[in-house]
């Protein structure tokens, strides 16, 4: 017999199916209670619901739909060993239809098929068609059978072709029944007379809220030889099924003229109308098709004490009744908040549950369930939000739950792309990769320092760009870096060896890392070789199962398990056709799709805060329900898009039809229902960018317009926009009409500060440091007038400030950036002087070092480079400045100070400075110390100068530059306290005095300065300046030092 069970409330149909299960007692002692659902998460409440009923629950079988009838056929002998229209397994054998054909056969999937990756494309069309085709079988059975018979049923082009398709799949060897033939032949068999299958006594229908006809076919055949229990939530006590929309409402009056709008439906309850499609159908469906014998209605008013029980009490009653006299104030019940992005939604959804769980001591975070359209948008911030608070994430897929999974679908991409050497070094970053090559975590980050300077770029060898269709040079790939360090390692040589430039940093115990890295991408390389030809699934399964084995160590932990058992059924997913051969790519989209669609509902209801996803079928109960991202065109998701889904035909409509967007409106009516004390709806309603607002998903428009309309609620008044910062000062304001409020301690010291405005910082450096005295070596002297702030924070006080390394990027170099440009110019520059050629072992020795660009275009650039260079060589040549000495012994007496050491760059007339640049305050005042030492120690009148491709300075006797006892006494206060001699910026105030005319030299500095600490030039001064605000001035110190070195310098120097 078909037995109804309604209600508004989940809870009294459960009390419904303890009731059946005490009083009707199986009469056998091992016979197992059978309950039909349709998502792991209602099975693991109902299971602790009857647990805490009974005491104890055990000795039950929980089925989905497809899987309980697939095993009510086989208990009546119509099972079949193998099922060849499951859609895994149809797509499959789509594939193998489309290969085999002729593309005359099927001309309209020619642009589907044409083109590159002709494997890929035709896999991926074979997939889609399996998906609808399986829907067909149990949505259109009908339609099969005709199709069978050769008859169309629509018009639709794509009809044609997708019968012919069928007819083919049916004639191929081996095949089985379809669902829908199948569902069939059972209905037959259990409504013949005289039949007495051998079926349980009963069955339990929990939750559905859309079936299919043929589904109902099959439950109201089963209950001539079972009891079949069917529990259903309703959300109205009356019969809604013939309730219509606005839009119907009005397209019928229009088509019968009817223009005095006196209709019964215009007074239903408008989200019943708007959001119950799936369960008015239903309805229709149940009244039309089954033959219920009893039916048992419980259903039960909330009341009316907030806006949330009144919303559900009207639903009860199928209308909004009379309006209020006076508007409904908002109470909490109802709570919708918008937020700038998901990761505030998680903040302000932190602070909501404090202020739920501090105001009511009876709530338990199990009481709470936060939901989303899918939770996984929101996973990756939930640990670190909520690490304070218990929760657990139910939903998400194999790739984000299963670090393994993830690891080895990096690993298979890796061949689809050019082997980069960060997207490399990311795979053996993982600790179960890095583990199974002997390596330990310490080993990475010297691997990436050997990885950047041996120069691999990407490619694994030249073979492989070649496979690629890329010219097959060795520069810069795995294979070419790998031999340099092993070269090295072997000797200590700097110039090539056997075609090899060596890369000698590798020594002693490192050379373990050095072997598991070699290891890792000899792995790769021999996949690579292998991955090339097409297998079967069988062989395929076999080699991943054997490249996953040597990637990973197995660490007993179920991921390891997981991912070995999804690789071991990839090999059964096209039984009856294991002979046909894939390619890699094909593979590569199989797991690629598994890892989307294989999904666990593990962390639902664990006596946590529970997030989850908004699945149809899952109206739980809880006291408070959250629903997050409800953003407008995220939610609901859109109907089938694909124009050949014949269901998508008006004409073809049945009721019973699934459809995403309907599921998604009838799973946001039923959060209504479920929500016992509060609904938290939360959106990002503000643009991150432009603060401007941003819509809702049109369900949470239409619960709002019912709002205002029937409950005088204005949207401004239930709708909270959150500030983009957590530390915003509304937070914390304790007005009785603000409505944010946050429990954070942090944010509200931070907003505290801000609203008191800022104090004045303290100096980063206060004070002296004592002098040490000694002699002043020149090597000093130079160093600290290169950069006088660094070397107070290095030489003074110990401090070096390490500059972010950008890592290299996953191509080969095509230009120089311009420190690697300043740099190579320089050598170049000092190998032409010193008399060595700049020619192929040169230039072959940088790009093997990865410092020049390979090829054609690097060896023209290197052509005109050394033309460039060798002009200005010219240049330096033509200042006639003699031989140049080895070095020049200094041993002077300063103002009771000595300075010694040794002064290179000095010439038989004076020093020769040069930078193929242009000149900077550091190279100006560097020459000129070259100059008065130089002076100095020879005691005769020098001519030196600096050179420059575009300026020539030179500096003769009749200088009257500051002398070298006024640059020790700013080295020897420089060793003291930060100096205010900032060279640039000194260097621009100086040439603007100079040139005269509008500019100010104090603006100039200052801008010289700003634009420098903007690039990040002077990370030392930034830290000495940093208590300053973005608007700070250059003082009277800086000015006079500016004055009294750099300008002095300027003026004693003869420009050319």
């Known amino acids: ?207 559905l809220h859309t079936v299919p006809p043929l589904f109902l076919e099959c439950l109201n055949a089963l209950s001539r030889h079972m009891d079949v229990h069917f529990y259903l939530l309703s959300p109205c006590r009356k019969y809604w099924g013939d309730i219509q929309t606005k839009r119907q409402i009005v397209r019928a009056q229009l088509v019968s003229e009817k223009r005095d709008g006196d209709c019964l439906e215009e007074s239903s309850h408008p989200l019943l109308a708007s959001l119950g499609r799936q369960g008015r159908e239903l309805q229709r469906l149940m009244l039309e098709m089954a033959d219920f014998a009893l039916e048992f209605a419980s259903y039960e008013d909330p009341g009316r004490e907030t806006l949330l029980h009144r919303v559900q009490s009207d639903l009860l009653e199928g209308s909004v009744g009379e309006r209020p006299l006076s508007p409904c104030r908002p109470d909490g019940s109802l709570h919708v908040v918008s937020c700038h992005s998901r990761l505030r939604e998680l903040y302000v959804l932190r602070e909501n549950i404090l202020s739920f769980l501090y105001c ?256 149809p079928m899952r109206s739980i109960p809880f006291k408070i329900l959250c629903l997050l991202g409800l953003n407008d065109g995220v939610y609901p998701r859109p109907d089938s898009t694909e124009h050949f889904d014949l269901l998508n035909e008006p004409d073809l409509y049945q009721p019973g039809d699934r459809s995403p967007r309907a599921d998604d409106r009838y799973q946001f009516l039923e959060a209504i229902l479920a929500a016992r004390q509060k609904l938290y709806i939360s959106y990002v309603g503000q643009s991150a960018e432009t603060n401007e607002k941003i819509q809702p998903s049109v369900v949470v428009c239409e619960l709002l317009d019912m709002l205002e309309n029937h409950y005088l609620v204005k949207t401004d008044d239930i709708v909270v926009h959150h500030p983009i910062h957590t530390f915003s000062g509304r937070y914390f304001e304790t007005s009785e009409n603000n409505p944010l409020q946050s429990y954070d301690a942090e944010a509200c010291e931070v907003a505290r500060q801000l609203r008191a405005g800022p104090e004045p910082p303290a100096p980063w450096w206060q004070g002296r440091l004592e002098y040490r005295g000694g002699d002043v070596q ?110 020049l012994e200094v041993e002077l007496q300063v103002d009771g100070q000595r300075l010694c050491g040794q002064l290179a760059n000095i010439y038989e007339k004076g020093a020769m400075l040069f930078r193929y640049g242009k000149i900077r305050g550091r190279d100006l005042v560097c020459c000129w110390l070259h100059h008065l030492i130089a002076s100095l120690v020879r005691k005769e009148t020098l001519c030196s100068c600096l050179v420059t491709p575009k300026t020539i300075l030179r500096f003769t006797g009749k200088d009257t530059g500051p002398d070298l006892q006024t640059l020790l006494q700013i080295f020897t206060a420089g060793q003291m306290a930060p100096s205010p001699l900032y060279l640039e910026p000194a260097y621009a105030y100086a040439n603007a005095a100079l040139k005269g005319g509008r500019k100010d030299p104090l603006g100039a500095a200052e801008k010289a300065l700003s634009e420098g600490l903007d690039k990040g030039y002077y990370p030392e001064t930034a830290l000495i300046l940093r208590p300053l605000s973005s608007d700070f001035q250059l003082d009277k110190a800086f000015e006079k030092m500016a004055e009294e070195v750099v300008q002095r310098i300027l003026e004693a120097a003869d420009a050319s």
């Open 360 to 615: 009511d001591d009876n709530l338990e975070l199990r009481d709470i369930v936060v939901m989303a359209p899918d939770i996984q948008e929101y996973a990756p911030f939930i640990p670190a939000i909520f690490e304070n608070i218990q929760h657990s994430i139910a939903d998400r897929s194999t790739r984000r739950r299963n670090s393994l999974f993830s690891a080895f679908l990096s690993f298979l991409q890796l061949f689809s792309g050019r082997f980069g050497w960060s997207e490399v070094f990311d795979l053996l970053r993982q600790p179960s990769v890095f583990a199974r090559f002997g390596l330990v975590a310490a080993d990475l980050e010297t691997l990436e320092v050997w990885i950047k300077e041996a120069g691999i770029r990407w490619g694994l060898s030249a073979e492989q760009r070649r496979e690629i269709g890329i010219e097959p040079f060795s520069a810069a790939t795995w294979q070419e870096g790998l031999e340099r360090m092993f070269m090295g390692f072997a000797t200590a040589a700097d110039t090539f060896v056997d075609g090899v430039l060596p890369y000698d940093a590798i020594e002693g115990s490192e050379a373990g890392a050095l072997g598991g890295l070699f290891q890792f991408v000899s792995l790769l390389d021999e996949a690579r070789r292998r991955f090339c030809s097409a297998y079967t699934l069988g062989q395929w399964s076999e080699i991943l199962l054997e490249m996953m084995e040597r990637l990973f160590v197995d660490n007993g932990e179920r991921d390891y398990a997981e991912l070995r058992l999804l690789i071991s059924d990839f090999a059964g997913s096209a039984e009856g056709f294991s002979d046909n051969c894939y390619r890699f790519e094909v593979v590569c989209e199989w797991f690629r799709d598994a890892a989307q669609e294989r999904r666990t509902s593990s962390g639902f209801l664990r006596g946590q805060l529970t997030f989850c996803s908004m699945l």
């Open 778 to 887: 020149v090597e000093q002297l130079l160093q600290f007038f290169n950069n006088p702030q660094r070397y107070f924070l290095v030489n003074c006080l110990g401090v070096r400030l390490r500059q972010p390394q950008s890592g290299p990027e996953d191509g080969e170099m095509f230009d120089c950036d311009a420190l690697a440009s300043y740099q190579i110019n320089q050598e170049m520059i000092d190998h032409i002087l010193s008399g060595r050629e700049v020619g192929d072992s040169w230039l072959k020795k940088a790009q093997a070092e990865g410092r020049w660009p390979v090829g054609a275009s690097g060896r023209v650039a290197f052509l005109r480079k050394k033309q460039e260079i060798r002009a200005f060589v010219e240049i330096l040549h033509k200042q006639e400045m003699g031989e140049m000495a080895d070095g």
């Open 1 to 207: 017999m078909l037995y109804l069970h309604v209600s508004n409330r989940t809870e009294n149909l459960l009390r419904h199916m303890a009731a059946v299960i005490r009083a009707d007692r199986q009469p056998e002692v091992f016979a197992p209670e059978l309950i039909l659902i349709q998502s792991q998460g209602m099975e693991r409440m109902i299971a602790q619901t009857l647990a805490d009923e009974f005491g104890c629950f055990c000795n039950y079988s929980f089925f989905l739909p497809i899987n309980f009838f697939q095993w009510v056929a086989e208990r009546l002998g119509l099972g079949v060993k193998s099922n060849g229209f499951d859609r895994q397994t149809l797509g499959f054998r789509i594939d193998h239809l489309l290969r085999e054909r002729e593309a005359r056969d099927y001309p309209p999937l020619d642009r589907y098929i044409d083109g590159r990756q002709k494997d890929l494309k035709r896999f991926q069309l074979a997939r889609r068609l399996a998906n609808i085709f399986d829907q067909y079988q149990v949505m259109r059975p009908s339609m099969l059978a005709q199709w069978a018979k050769g008859k169309r049923c629509t018009s639709n082009q794509a009809e044609a072709w997708q019968l012919f398709l069928w007819q083919q799949l049916l004639a191929q060897p081996g095949g089985s029944m379809h669902r829908g033939e199948l569902f069939q032949a059972m209905i037959e068999l259990l409504t013949e007379d005289g039949s007495q299958p051998r079926l349980p006594r009963r069955l339990a229908v929990f939750g």
